[in-house]
Structure formats: structure tokens, C-alpha cells
């Protein structure tokens, strides 16, 4: 009893967030439209609307204004940039169908939320792509950034925890309620764990309180500023979603592990298929493993690479031995 009453909290936890998946070795063989400029100006077009609403009240609360942004940068059921991309035709997506892609053999035992007949036409199944610059990510990676970047970046920053137990609890959340198990998607995304981390440092620019993360010299912010008790646009540094997604949200470079062994297999079997092998007709992930290497090498800096970045290819997630 005790275990169905878990089973049935992980699901609908997993109902209520954001556990899509992307398809990114089927993304290569596509001509997407680079959406990157259209969804800055819809970000940069939110960010107004905020401070113009915040402004009426006066003063320069920085909860208000942390609540009065996540009305615009959140996930699909509450944030409006990504209500955009996904359902207002807004910006160039791809709508890959689940038996189109790499997940086309999954079962609910590999993974409830994909492996289920309805995922067909959920959006906590298959994420829908759009190409960013030169990255073709899923939807989903908006969604990690707005939302579960938030959360890092206000135990980090408001709260002073340590960032690698900030990172600890991402990675926990992610192997239950956002993906990595049988109950939600059954796969564990290395790729949404550095949209997690990038987000926090979006967060981190909107007052640019702190230097990134990264370093000084990726300092991107502040995108606001207070002035006569106002908050201001600083029109020198507008977003731009660019500065943020890179080739570590990408699965099929930044690979992800499985909740069981059979889908491990399934995978690989998938990915052959579609031309995917190395020179022993093995299953080939990362697909480009110098890009993997630059995003190793990006993220050093922070101490935390093993925490987002994945160098072991594909396999089983490990539940408890992991990180």
C-alpha cells in the first residue's frame, strides 16, 4: 500500500511539473528556422510589461519584482514566453511525433509518461523543438531554466547553500519527479540538469547582484535597475537567450541514462537505426565528443562540470551511487 501511495505522489508530482523529453538525434536531420530572435523580443517585450506594471505601485521590491516575472518566465501551465513558443505559433517549432522519434519503442514500464497511449499528444511527453542560434534544443530546456533555475538560484543566492547541494537536489529531483524514473519519462537528462544551472544564472542577471557564476567576464546583467525608486530597462543589456543555451543542452551530445536497463537498450537500438553508430556499429552518443569536451572545459571554471555534464555515454542512471 505504502509503495502505491509513492508511486501514485511521484506521478502526479511529475503530472504537475515539467518532464518532457527531447529528441535531438532525429533534431539533426531537420531544417528548423532560427527562433532566437523572435523569442528575445518576446522576453525583452514581457520584461517592459513587468516593470511597467511594477511601477505603478512604485518602490523597488525585489520579491514583487521576482514574483511579477515569473507571470512571464515560468513553465507551460503558467509562464506566458513559453505558452508562446507552444501554443500561440508565436515562434518556428517542431512537433516531432513520439513514434517518429528516438522513443518510438517505449513502454509505459520504461517510462510511464512516454511510454503511455496518450503521450501522443501531451506535452509532458515529447518536447517539441526549437533552434536557438546554432542549438536545436527541446522546448523543455525554457521550462528547466525558468523554473527549476529559479529554485537554484534562490537557495544559492537568497538562502547562501552551497552549489553543488543546490546541484544535489536538482539532480534528486530529477532521478524522481522530473524524469529519471519509471513513473515519469524514465529518463534521467543530463542536458536539463545544465538548463537548470543556466537558468539560476539568468535569474542571477536580471538585478546582477552577483558575479555569474562562471566567472566576471560572463556577466550578462543586470537587465533591471533601481532609480528613484523605480525600476528601469537597462537597454545596454537586453536577454538574449543565446547567451544561455548551448551544446550541454543538447541529449545527443550531453547524453542521457535510463530508469532501466531494457530502455538503455531500446535506446541504443533506436539511435543505430536512425545512422547513429561509431566505427564498431556501436550506438554513438555523445555524437560529437569535441563539443562535449568545449562544454567540459566551459563549465570548469564553476567546480561543478561532473554535476551537469556526462561522460560516461549512455547507460542506466544509478539511484543511489551516482554524483
Given at each position: ?43 525583452n517585450n514581457y520584461l517592459k510589461k513587468a516593470i511597467v506594471d511594477l511601477n505603478k ?6 520579491e514583487a519584482l521576482y514574483k511579477e516575472l515569473r507571470k512571464y518566465f515560468a513553465n ?226 564553476s567546480g561543478i562540470e561532473h554535476l551537469i555534464i556526462n561522460d560516461e555515454g549512455l ?9
Amino acid at each position: 500500500m505504502k509503495k502505491s501511495i509513492l508511486s501514485l505522489s511521484l506521478l502526479s508530482l511529475s503530472f504537475n511539473l515539467f518532464a518532457a523529453e527531447a529528441d535531438n538525434f532525429t533534431a539533426r536531420t531537420l531544417d528548423l528556422a532560427d527562433a532566437a530572435e523572435e523569442v528575445n523580443v518576446l522576453a525583452n517585450n514581457y520584461l517592459k510589461k513587468a516593470i511597467v506594471d511594477l511601477n505603478k505601485a512604485g518602490g523597488c521590491n525585489e520579491e514583487a519584482l521576482y514574483k511579477e516575472l515569473r507571470k512571464y518566465f515560468a513553465n507551460h501551465s503558467k509562464g506566458e514566453l513559453v505558452k508562446n513558443i507552444l501554443y500561440r505559433n508565436a515562434v518556428a517549432i517542431n512537433n516531432l511525433p513520439i513514434k517518429q522519434s528516438v522513443y518510438e519503442n517505449w513502454e509505459k514500464a520504461d517510462g510511464f509518461l512516454l511510454g503511455r497511449k496518450k503521450a501522443a499528444t501531451s506535452p509532458l511527453a515529447l518536447s517539441p523543438l526549437i533552434k536557438i542560434g546554432d542549438e536545436i534544443v527541446g522546448v523543455d530546456k525554457f521550462e528547466h531554466m525558468f523554473g527549476m533555475g529559479f529554485t537554484y538560484f534562490t537557495k544559492h543566492y537568497q538562502k547562501g547553500k552551497d552549489i553543488k547541494d543546490v546541484l544535489s537536489y536538482g539532480i534528486a529531483l530529477e532521478k524522481t519527479i522530473l524524469g529519471g524514473n519509471v513513473f515519469a519519462t524514465g529518463v534521467f537528462s543530463y542536458g536539463d540538469l545544465s538548463a537548470n544551472f543556466n537558468g539560476m544564472r539568468f535569474w542571477n542577471h536580471v538585478l546582477q547582484k552577483n558575479d555569474d557564476i562562471l566567472g566576471s567576464e560572463h556577466n550578462l546583467g543586470p537587465y533591471v535597475t533601481c532609480s528613484a525608486s523605480k525600476w528601469q530597462i537597462n537597454e545596454k543589456n537586453p536577454i538574449d537567450f543565446k547567451n544561455y543555451i548551448d551544446a550541454s543542452m543538447d541529449e545527443s551530445i550531453n547524453c542521457s541514462k535510463f530508469a532501466g536497463t531494457k530502455a538503455v537498450g531500446k535506446f541504443k537500438a533506436s539511435i543505430k537505426k536512425r545512422g547513429f553508430v561509431d566505427s564498431n556499429n556501436q550506438a554513438l552518443c555523445p555524437v560529437e565528443p569535441s563539443r562535449l569536451q568545449e562544454m567540459r572545459q566551459k563549465y570548469k571554471p564553476s567546480g561543478i562540470e561532473h554535476l551537469i555534464i556526462n561522460d560516461e555515454g549512455l547507460g542506466k542512471v544509478s539511484y543511489f551511487n551516482e554524483f
